[in-house]
């Protein structure tokens, strides 16, 4: 059984175990360090002890030692920690190697932040530490230098080292070395702070005794291999040399102030900085001690002095530019250092090196450093634009120290968001951020000629956004404040003369219209005349054509139109203006000599014969070129829109009243085309508008389109300038489906809804061609199922066809009546229900040859009541105001194209009450899609102020929204 008092050993610490503990405390008041020899290895050994004194202040034994690490754990003082941890480093580590870590660590020691007192231990009085043992010692200045002294004797040269203690100086013979490295003067210890330093005290005072002597036949080897090496770090002193005159270094060619360099070099994964001065053809490492030699012109030998307040300012100036050279200095090392990663980081080395170029240092190595191309030189960039005949010209001068950067070389960096440019010498300049975009913004208005950035004038109010007013010369400055002043609001303009020569008088609208087209000619810029419907577009061009006459030698004009309004056009020339030569380009009137063009004012021709003709027509250059439903090429990727790019002419204008149908591409494709450049590449107008307003409807960016394009389109409404139109009525008229025909619907909704589920987001748009077949199928039932040709038959029964019949039966006899439809099927029908009726029509399709013909007979003949038309057919060009009744079978996506349609009847000189009557089928997509219209119409209004229907941007949750979910 265990006995109490082992019991009390095992669980009790005693009160002399605490107490002895505590002993072994560092006490601040009561502790020395002391500095020893190892007992084998005579290696420097310091340790701390506790020591209590006598009251004259002598130690008294017994001396207590201290664990520096157990001392450590006691202190949250940085200094306190660094000084246990370095006296730490002496102990129990009797390494005969030294380093230069040793000098730091007695760096530290030495510094004293515990205020300790020093002694020196008598291994001679006792090997063991005792209080006699001890002697005390204080702690003097570290050495840093040492002065070489070499004197020439008769039989040789005798070396001898120096060093200066608080201004005094001491020979070798007269001091101690202690530990190898510290020396004792007196009773203060010096510690040697440089590592070079431990190797030439114990060579010359141990080996030596404190001078060195060489034979003269040795000398020279002797200081080449010796000497030399030594004054990296140690000041050498040759007495028998004296310092040159002024005549020895103008002889020399040494007179002129020293060169500043600075060389850099690989050093293994570092980059090595060595700051030189040259004076003369001497370089000199500024971190070393070297001296300078010359030989004047009797090749006598003589020393030059080093400029010590431009080598101190030198090494000022680096330890400045990073916190790491500081702590280098200290080392033994001739030269400074920085890891390649940190060096090569742009925001430290383009700063330094700008700074040492101030400073008129020059930097060699950087381009031959391993694995870097870069240029070491900041961009310094300036830019000046001018005026030129149709553009505004930015010169942009990049440069990188001497090389330029060319245009081609900026924008490839630029169109690959890559801040390096690509120079002719191999280097790499680096573009700043902040000009990287700035000149992506350069690059996107703009086309490069030669060295030149050309931005059309038409781009005016982007050059005052993206340049400073210091940059653009005064010229640019005066255009631009006179476009901004001038293209402000059509009834602001200057009114122009009506040509005598037109045989009509022009209403005030009109007349702003012809002014607006004279001030766009007048500055060279094409625009877009996009008035509503009805409103004379063509009466404006034709008077502005004949004003051409005084402006211009050659008034050879290219008229482009849809086959549909080629008759259109010969009519109103001829009754407008006589006078002017119309030559028709269309079917087997064809021209064979272009200079036959010369005699005539207009060149009248379709879309379609333009591209059988268009490698003829391309080699004659127009006064004007312009496009009538200018909307034919929205499409940029089409043959019409590609062909009309090639055709040349001294301007353009495009003439629409739906400048936008289905998206903002459709008006990016019509004003790149008269106004070449206004809004960028086509993907940059995708980045800038078209993504945003099409897909996100952002009304900022709609809002920042308009601006920019407002100078270039005039658009009147009927509602704004043609106040004396009588009132237009517009009403819907439900035809609910009977039961069979809603059990066709029903099915093919069903299969149409299933097949859109289907299908994620991203493939919606690869699929848009099922996507409208199903569509048309949805929107031919509700017409009449009879439409589904080739399918099984279902019945004749359509709710339309009955309510639309009794309609014309009930207004005929008091009214002509127009009847719309996308479907020229649905015509066929209506046609045979018209026969059988007795009830006499006229009728327009695709298929139609004789127009006019067409058109007059239901203008003129008071028996014919009813027009059947095509939408595609007749939305345009036709003059129909003999009707006031307008039917519309089938609704559409695009409010704008029913607008045409109605606009047949609804225009100048329209007497009548003009009814709009749009028939639907409940319960149906027709009647979601005149829902979905209100939500697509006010971004597109808001765009171009027309009335317009994104079909593009329509997504899976609005296709299924169109569907009754059963």
């Known amino acids: 059984m265990t006995s109490i008092k082992e019991l009390q050993e ?80 002496f102990q129990n580590n009797p390494t005969v190697s030294k380093s230069p870590l040793d000098i730091d660590a007695l760096k530290v020691v030495t510094a004293n932040p515990l205020n300790l007192r020093y002694f020196f231990h008598n291994a001679e ?41 608080q201004g005094k100086t001491y020979f070798f013979n007269e001091v101690e070395l202690k530990y190898d490295f510290f020396i004792l003067v007196g009773q203060t210890i010096h510690l040697l702070g440089k590592f070079h330093l431990l190797k030439l005290f114990r060579f010359f005072k141990l080996q030596h005794s404190g001078l060195l002597r060489v034979q003269e036949s040795r000398f020279k080897e002797f200081q080449l291999n010796i000497l030399e090496k030594l004054e990296d770090c140690v000041t ?42 040259k004076y003369g053809m001497a370089e000199i490492p500024v971190l070393t001690k070297r001296q300078i030699y010359a030989q004047d012109g009797e090749g006598k030998l003589f020393t ?14 680096l330890l400045k530019q990073h916190p790491d050279f500081e702590e280098q200095l200290q080392n033994d090392l001739t030269y400074f250092y920085l890891h390649k990663q940190r060096f090569l980081d742009e925001d430290w080395f383009l700063n330094a090196f700008e700074q040492w170029r101030a400073e008129g240092i020059t930097i060699h190595g950087f381009n031959q450093l391993k694995g870097n191309k870069l240029n070491g030189h900041k961009a310094k960039i300036t830019i000046q634009v001018t005026s030129g005949l149709n553009w505004f010209n930015t010169i942009l001068n990049v440069h990188f120290g001497k090389k330029k950067a060319s245009l081609r070389q900026l924008h490839l960096s630029v169109r690959n968001k890559n801040k390096f440019v690509q120079l002719d010498d191999g280097t790499q300049g680096i573009l700043p951020v902040e000009w990287l975009k700035k000149f992506e913004s350069y690059f996107k208005t703009a086309e490069i000629s030669g060295d030149v950035l050309q931005t059309p004038k038409t781009n005016f109010s982007s050059i005052k956004q993206l340049y400073n007013a210091e940059e653009l010369d005064d010229a640019v400055n005066n255009e631009i404040s006179l476009y901004q002043a001038k293209l402000v609001q059509p009834d602001g303009f200057k009114e122009s003369e009506v040509p005598p020569e037109l045989n009509a008088s022009l209403r005030e609208y009109q007349k702003q219209g012809l002014s607006w087209l004279n001030i766009m000619d007048d500055y060279n810029f094409g625009g877009c005349l996009a008035d509503d419907m009805g409103l004379g577009k063509t009466v404006q061009i034709i008077a502005f054509i004949l004003g051409q006459r005084k402006k211009v030698k050659q008034n050879t004009n290219l008229v482009v139109v849809p086959t549909s309004l080629i008759f259109n056009w010969q009519t109103e020339v001829q009754k407008f203006a006589p006078s ?55 499409n940029i990727d089409s043959q019409r829109y590609n062909a009309v790019r090639l055709l040349k002419s001294r301007n353009k204008i495009a003439i629409t009243g739906t400048p936008v149908e289905n998206n903002t591409l459709d008006l990016y494709a019509q004003l790149s085309f008269v106004c070449p450049g206004l809004l960028g590449s086509k993907q940059s107008f995708k980045d800038l508008f078209s993504i945003p307003i099409d897909k996100f409807k952002s009304s900022k960016h709609a809002a920042e389109l308009q601006r920019k394009v407002a100078p270039f389109i005039l658009r009147r409404t009927k509602r704004e300038v043609a106040k004396e139109l009588p009132e237009k009525t517009e009403v819907t008229l439900y035809c609910p489906m009977e039961e069979a025909q809603r059990k066709v619907y029903d099915a093919y909704e069903k299969e149409f809804r299933d097949f859109i589920s289907g299908l994620t987001e991203e493939e919606l748009p690869k699929s848009s061609m099922h996507v409208l077949r199903g569509l048309t199928r949805l929107r031919q039932i509700c017409n009449s199922p009879n439409l589904l040709r080739d399918e099984k038959l279902y019945g004749d029964k359509s709710s ?77 060009g036709l003059n129909l105001t003999e009707a006031d009744y307008v039917y519309l079978v089938d609704p559409w996506w695009n409010p704008a194209v029913e607008n045409q349609a109605i606009d047949r009847c609804y225009r100048i000189g329209q007497v009548k009450n003009v009814v709009a009557v749009r028939l639907i089928c409940p319960d149906t997509i027709e009647e979601k899609i005149v ?26 949750s609005e296709w299924l929204s169109l569907f009754n979910q059963h």
């Open 10 to 89: 095992q669980l009790l610490t005693s009160n002399d175990n605490l107490q002895f503990s505590q002993n072994q405390l560092l006490n601040k008041d009561l502790s020395i360090i002391v500095l020893k020899n190892y007992k084998f290895h005579r290696q420097l050994s310091i340790e701390l002890y506790n020591a209590s004194t006598t009251q004259t202040g002598k130690l008294k034994n017994p001396l207590i030692p201290i664990s520096p690490l157990d001392a450590a754990l006691k202190t949250l003082q940085p200094d306190e920690l660094r000084f246990y941890s370095a006296v730490s480093r």
């Open 125 to 165: 009085f006792s090997e063991n530490i005792v209080a006699g043992s001890l002697q005390e010692v204080s702690i003097g200045e570290i050495i840093n230098d040492v002065t070489l002294f070499v004197h020439k004797k008769k039989d040789g040269y005798e070396i001898f080292p120096q060093l200066t203690i």
């Open 236 to 277: 050498v002193v040759y007495t028998f040399l004296n310092e040159g005159t002024r005549t020895q270094l103008e002889e020399a060619g040494i007179s002129q102030p020293a060169e500043k360099l600075i060389y850099l070099s690989d050093l293994d994964s570092y980059v090595m900085i060595n700051p030189v001065m």
């Open 304 to 317: 030059v002095k080093r400029n010590d307040d431009a080598e101190i300012n030198f090494t000022a100036l």
């Open 580 to 634: 002017v030569k119309l030559l028709t380009i269309y079917g087997s009137n064809r021209i064979k000599n272009l200079k036959e063009l010369d005699y005539y004012e207009i060149v009248l021709t379709s879309y379609g014969t333009l591209l059988s003709d268009i490698n003829y027509l391309k080699n004659y250059t127009f006064n004007y070129i312009f496009l009538d439903e200018s909307q034919n090429i929205k």
């Open 800 to 876: 339309k066809m009955e309510a639309l019949l009794e309609q014309i039966e009930s207004k005929t006899q008091n009214h002509k009546i127009l009847v719309f439809s996308q479907f020229v099927s649905m015509l066929d029908l209506i046609k045979k229900e018209l026969e059988s009726r007795n009830i006499a029509y006229e009728y327009l399709s695709g298929r139609t040859n004789n127009r006019e013909q067409v058109v007059s007979s239901f203008q003129n003949n008071e028996s014919i009541r009813v027009f059947l038309i095509s939408l595609k057919a007749g939305g345009t």
């Open 931 to 956: 829902k979905l219209q209100e939500t697509k119409r006010a971004l597109s209004t808001d765009l171009v102020k027309t009335e317009a229907f994104f079909f593009g941007s329509i997504s899976k």
